[in-house]
């Protein structure tokens, strides 16, 4: 809870005062705010910072959720951050102690298994602690599973789903009902993450054809026919992939471009020599000498995204040894080689590297596995193996300490300051329309911190805090969902002054230079002042 509860709360720090955000919440929390405060005020669901626009190319189930129980009464920001982590934590813990049981029906165990859910994070502090000689930092490089679940709620409530899915396998009684509750989890993880859905539907898919194909050939079908419409239910639902495939294929086929990051980049396990003998065998065609390299990279990319996780793979290779794997090891064994596959050679449009998402089922599907060694070595009688076990425990904690060090540390990443805040509470009040924002420069990083939202990141605070759609706002996000923006970020870029008869509301920081104030230059006769204070000026335009 120290990673999300403190976000989105009214503090001071000397003179800053504000709502403050820590970590990825700074960009990542407002957009889900912007969505759950504008998207659904039409239908179609409108894109939040992008006029014009509807909302496609994006699972917004988590979202719409927010913006149910806002219906109630409750504020979203306090959803975000304070009401859906208990839930989450509550229920997430529960299918976490069903699900152990179910394995080994042990309080040890049961223990074990919750500890590494929570607790074990990559092996990136033995890159810190070798080059630096201090962990400093080391939770924020690399995956770290805790950071991920409290900084990407939809990722969280995913993985509640996929516990579901886990436990509905374990209990091998796959009926009519039962198949209409898998489709339906499985719909409900599509709505949640898109990455989650494609792991969910292999691990369904292959635990049905493992059990039915050749056994019950009419239950098969049946389960996989229900699967297949529940899919096709939530692609049509949630992604509009017509309209998403407009800008080109969402994938492509880069085998191991993030695996090469690991030995490729100077702040990670830098292998020079390693990887100029890579691309020069390359250049001569596949062969020997380059598959043991690939092969390499990928151990030293496991080994340390996976941390402690890793070793599971040896409880694995043990358990084939020893014939001990049934149906459900089977079905979660190929969908942890699924998602490690699909993470190291695919790469996505607009951020390349965003398919390590799903990469993030297979850190949480490996768990499994490093719970049930970890168990068998305190449980076995040798004193050896008890201490191999201990220092499984320990080597699992350090990136855990430092997350508590990065989240303890104040102020946080960002704020919005007070007069922002009432600027926009005022804002909100007015009749709805299109808000034209300052287009975000790179150069205000170089404020002192800590930096007002505006000068954080490009996001989309304005509607998120307003409830209004904005003109034009966070461009990775419109990357990301396939609208083609360029032509109106260009109009923003040489302050056409024709932007204003396309929008009702101007929001100025005063602080900016006078030439990236759009008002100011192009002097318009039908604008008047509406609010203003130390930090902020909004015109409408009549």
């Given at each position: 809870?120290?990673?999300?509860?403190?976000?989105?709360?009214?503090?001071?720090?000397?003179?800053?005062?504000?709502?403050?955000?820590?970590?990825?919440?700074?960009?990542?929390?407002?957009?889900?705010?912007?969505?759950?405060?504008?998207?659904?005020?039409?239908?179609?669901?409108?894109?939040?910072?992008?006029?014009?626009?509807?909302?496609?190319?994006?699972?917004?189930?988590?979202?719409?959720?927010?913006?149910?129980?806002?219906?109630?009464?409750?504020?979203?920001?306090?959803?975000?951050?304070?009401?859906?982590?208990?839930?989450?934590?509550?229920?997430?813990?529960?299918?976490?102690?069903?699900?152990?049981?179910?394995?080994?029906?042990?309080?040890?165990?049961?223990?074990?298994?919750?500890?590494?859910?929570?607790?074990?994070?990559?092996?990136?502090?033995?890159?810190?602690?070798?080059?630096?000689?201090?962990?400093?930092?080391?939770?924020?490089?690399?995956?770290?599973?805790?950071?991920?679940?409290?900084?990407?709620?939809?990722?969280?409530?995913?993985?509640?789903?996929?516990?579901?899915?886990?436990?509905?396998?374990?209990?091998?009684?796959?009926?009519?009902?039962?198949?209409?509750?898998?489709?339906?989890?499985?719909?409900?993880?599509?709505?949640?993450?898109?990455?989650?859905?494609?792991?969910?539907?292999?691990?369904?898919?292959?635990?049905?054809?493992?059990?039915?194909?050749?056994?019950?050939?009419?239950?098969?079908?049946?389960?996989?026919?229900?699967?297949?419409?529940?899919?096709?239910?939530?692609?049509?639902?949630?992604?509009?992939?017509?309209?998403?495939?407009k800008s080109g294929s969402i994938f492509g086929f880069a085998p191991f471009a993030l695996v090469h990051?690991?030995?490729?980049?100077?702040?990670?396990?830098?292998?020079?020599?390693?990887?100029?003998?890579?691309?020069?065998?390359?250049?001569?065609?596949?062969?020997?000498?380059?598959?043991?390299?690939?092969?390499?990279?990928?151990?030293?990319?496991?080994?340390?995204?996976?941390?402690?996780?890793?070793?599971?793979?040896?409880?694995?290779?043990?358990?084939?040894?020893?014939?001990?794997?049934?149906?459900?090891?089977?079905?979660?064994?190929?969908?942890?080689?699924?998602?490690?596959?699909?993470?190291?050679?695919?790469?996505?449009?607009?951020?390349?590297?965003?398919?390590?998402?799903?990469?993030?089922?297979?850190?949480?599907?490996?768990?499994?596995?490093?719970?049930?060694?970890?168990?068998?070595?305190?449980?076995?009688?040798?004193?050896?193996?008890?201490?191999?076990?201990?220092?499984?425990?320990?080597?699992?904690?350090?990136?855990?300490?430092?997350?508590?060090?990065?989240?303890?540390?104040?102020?946080?990443?960002?704020?919005?300051?007070?007069?922002?805040?009432?600027?926009?509470?005022f804002l909100k009040k007015q009749p709805q329309g299109v808000v034209l924002t300052p287009l975000y420069?790179?150069?205000?990083?170089?404020?002192?911190?800590?930096?007002?939202?505006?000068?954080?990141?490009?996001?989309?605070?304005?509607?998120?805090?307003?409830?209004?759609?904005?003109?034009?706002?966070?461009?990775?996000?419109?990357?990301?969902?396939?609208?083609?923006?360029?032509?109106?970020?260009?109009?923003?870029?040489?302050?056409?002054?024709?932007?204003?008869?396309?929008?009702?509301?101007?929001?100025?920081?005063?602080?900016?230079?006078?030439?990236?104030?759009?008002?100011?230059?192009?002097?318009?006769?039908?604008?008047?002042?509406?609010?203003?204070?130390?930090?902020?000026?909004?015109?409408?335009?009549?």
């Open positions: 809870m120290l990673l999300i509860f403190p976000s989105g709360t009214f503090y001071c720090f000397t003179n800053a005062c504000g709502i403050n955000f820590w970590g990825v919440h700074g960009h990542d929390a407002i957009w889900h705010l912007a969505i759950t405060n504008v998207s659904f005020q039409k239908f179609p669901f409108i894109a939040p910072t992008y006029a014009g626009q509807s909302l496609y190319g994006y699972n917004y189930l988590f979202d719409f959720f927010s913006y149910l129980v806002a219906k109630v009464g409750f504020s979203p920001i306090f959803i975000y951050f304070k009401l859906f982590p208990v839930i989450w934590f509550v229920i997430f813990t529960v299918l976490l102690i069903v699900l152990a049981r179910k394995i080994k029906d042990s309080s040890l165990f049961v223990g074990i298994f919750l500890f590494f859910n929570y607790f074990a994070g990559s092996f990136y502090y033995l890159i810190k602690l070798y080059r630096e000689g201090n962990i400093n930092d080391s939770s924020t490089q690399l995956p770290q599973p805790v950071m991920l679940m409290m900084s990407n709620p939809p990722y969280a409530f995913s993985l509640i789903f996929l516990l579901l899915l886990l436990v509905l396998i374990k209990n091998r009684r796959i009926n009519l009902k039962t198949s209409l509750v898998i489709g339906f989890t499985v719909f409900t993880i599509m709505g949640l993450k898109f990455y989650g859905g494609a792991i969910s539907i292999f691990l369904t898919g292959i635990y049905l054809t493992l059990a039915y194909l050749l056994k019950d050939l009419k239950r098969y079908l049946v389960s996989i026919l229900i699967l297949g419409i529940f899919t096709l239910l939530s692609v049509i639902f949630f992604y509009n992939p017509t309209q998403s495939l990051t690991i030995t490729e980049m100077p702040n990670q396990f830098y292998l020079q020599n390693l990887t100029d003998a890579r691309y020069y065998l390359v250049e001569h065609g596949v062969g020997p000498r380059l598959i043991g390299i690939e092969a390499l990279n990928l151990t030293i990319f496991l080994f340390f995204y996976l941390g402690t996780r890793f070793f599971g793979f040896f409880y694995i290779f043990y358990l084939f040894l020893k014939r001990k794997l049934n149906l459900f090891d089977f079905s979660v064994i190929l969908t942890i080689c699924f998602s490690i596959l699909l993470s190291i050679t695919l790469v996505q449009k607009a951020e390349w590297w965003n398919t390590i998402q799903f990469f993030y089922y297979a850190i949480f599907l490996s768990t499994i596995y490093l719970a049930r060694l970890t168990y068998s070595l305190i449980t076995a009688k040798k004193i050896l193996f008890k201490l191999i076990a201990i220092l499984i425990l320990v080597l699992s904690i350090p990136t855990s300490y430092d997350m508590v060090k990065f989240y303890l540390a104040t102020p946080g990443a960002t704020y919005l300051p007070k007069e922002e805040l009432e600027a926009l509470e420069k790179n150069e205000w990083k170089n404020l002192t911190n800590p930096k007002p939202l505006y000068a954080y990141e490009d996001t989309a605070y304005v509607a998120a805090f307003s409830n209004k759609q904005e003109y034009f706002a966070n461009e990775l996000q419109l990357r990301l969902t396939g609208v083609a923006y360029e032509k109106r970020l260009e109009k923003l870029r040489q302050m056409d002054c024709s932007i204003l008869k396309e929008v009702n509301y101007v929001y100025e920081i005063k602080q900016l230079r006078d030439e990236d104030k759009i008002v100011m230059k192009c002097n318009p006769a039908n604008i008047k002042t509406i609010y203003h204070n130390k930090k902020i000026i909004i015109y409408t335009l009549l």
